[in-house]
């Protein structure tokens, strides 16, 4: 008797196993996202439309993978993002360019990454001071008039790109505005 308890035990044992790895793989086989982030308390399994990152401030993403107790590998880049009525010109070395979409603005940017989170520094909000650093350059100016100088905090110009092996997460971002961080007045001068 007590050899048949064990064997219908085992055979239990063996079948809710068996089960359990069963619906496991049929969770994550027809889920084709093998991670998601974690940025300022929210969730982002998906492409965000918008997110405004903060300047002078750590911009902390944690990266969690959907299969519990295992680190995922994956891949931050950040892209140019231009809409038709917020393009504008720039002028480098002589020679008129416009902003285009999808240029790899990774270099210009401060990132880093670990395998569980990464961090965006952001020190500045001007888009020339960005293509200036991409283009590792100090001849470069917008060809534009005051009033239409691209406005970082209004208008997304940049696509963050998170991506593994089986999907991408694709993030347009904003920054929020310059803080004073001091103000003098004087009544001859006004000096920041």
Known sequence: MKKIKKIVFVI???????GLAGTISLLYAGNKKDFYLKFKGETI?????????????????????VIPF??????????????KENNFEYIMNGNRYNYENNLDLTSAFEIDCNEKEFTINLRTVLIEDVLKKYYNTSNLYLNTSQENIPDTTKNVYFKLVISSKKNRINI???????????????KDEVVF
């Open 12 to 18: 239990f044992v063996v079948l809710l196993l068996s």
């Open 45 to 65: 399994a998906e492409s965000e439309n918008e997110i405004v990152l903060s300047i002078y401030e750590e911009n902390k993403f944690q990266v969690k993978s």
């Open 70 to 83: 295992t680190s995922q590998e994956y891949q931050v880049r950040i892209y140019s993002k231009i809409d």
């Open 172 to 186: 347009n971002f904003k920054t929020d505005k310059i803080p004073v961080l001091d103000l003098n007045v004087d």
